[in-house]
T-cell receptor, first 118, second 115 residues
Framework: NAGVTQTPKFQVLKTGQSMTLQCAQDMNHNSMYWYRQDPGMGLRLIYYSASEGTTDKGEVPNGYNVSRLNKREFSLRLESAAPSQTSVYFC?????????????????FGPGTRLTVL | QQQVKQSPQSLIVQKGGISIINCAYENTAFDYFPWYQQFPGKGPALLIAIRPDVSEKKEGRFTISFNKSAKQFSLHIMDSQPGDSATYFCAARPRLTSGTYKYIFGTGTRLKVLA
């Protein structure tokens, strides 16, 4: 099992350019998340998907869009990148509540994408 | 806005010492409090977690102490080792009302254990 994979690992964009960050999980999890991590800010939720076909805004959704392509894949799109979107982006997945491990519902994180917008 | 406040921002401990990281929350509707460990260049990984009906949870050298009345919880790393050097995040999870769980993260503590 690869767990949660993210591509690319690094990316440099110019202001106004667009790009899509890809995320895939092979654990058959229902829920998937996109976070951004900035120094001194911790991890902030951008968007999440409770299950295939559904997406919802998190704490900082402005400037981003997402697609839950299927149960495995959850992509994050920057339509017009801005320097304020320079960050490390993490994708995560977990089982939906009510899964076999109800208490210890663990989020599994990918290795991250380091994005710089010039 | 729900918040989880974490301190200190950074911590330096001698090998064999005790590392203590504190978190405080405001929302009483949280029902799960995990701690994540993150090494440079890697994603966070679950270290240990506790529910609010328990005052302490211990796993090896790692212990969570939970004070429900004070709305505080802390991570204690006993016999700290250089391999524990990492960034630690506390988090809190609100009770599920619809959709799926969303986690609120602290701002992180960068721990360095000196050999």
């Amino acid at each position: 099992n690869a767990g949660v994979t993210q591509t690319p690992k690094f990316q440099v964009l110019k202001t106004g350019q667009s790009m899509t960050l890809q995320c895939a999980q092979d654990m058959n999890h229902n829920s998937m998340y996109w976070y951004r991590q900035d120094p001194g800010m911790g991890l902030r939720l951008i968007y999440y998907s409770a299950s295939e076909g559904t997406t919802d805004k998190g704490e900082v959704p402005n400037g981003y869009n997402v697609s839950r392509l299927n149960k495995r894949e959850f992509s994050l799109r920057l339509e017009s990148a801005a320097p304020s979107q320079t960050s490390v982006y993490f994708c995560a997945s977990r089982e939906l509540a009510g899964g076999r491990n109800i208490f210890y519902n663990e989020q599994f994180f990918g290795p991250g994408t380091r994005l710089t917008v010039l | 806005q729900q918040q989880v406040k974490q301190s200190p921002q950074s911590l330096i401990v001698q090998k064999g010492g005790i590392s203590i990281i504190n978190c405080a929350y405001e929302n009483t509707a949280f029902d799960y409090f995990p701690w994540y460990q993150q090494f440079p260049g890697k994603g966070p990984a679950l270290l240990i977690a506790i529910r609010p009906d328990v005052s302490e949870k211990k796993e090896g050298r790692f212990t969570i102490s939970f004070n429900k009345s004070a709305k505080q919880f802390s991570l204690h790393i006993m016999d700290s080792q250089p391999g524990d050097s990492a960034t630690y995040f506390c988090a809190a999870r609100p009770r599920l009302t619809s959709g799926t769980y969303k986690y609120i993260f602290g701002t992180g503590t960068r721990l360095k254990v000196l050999a």
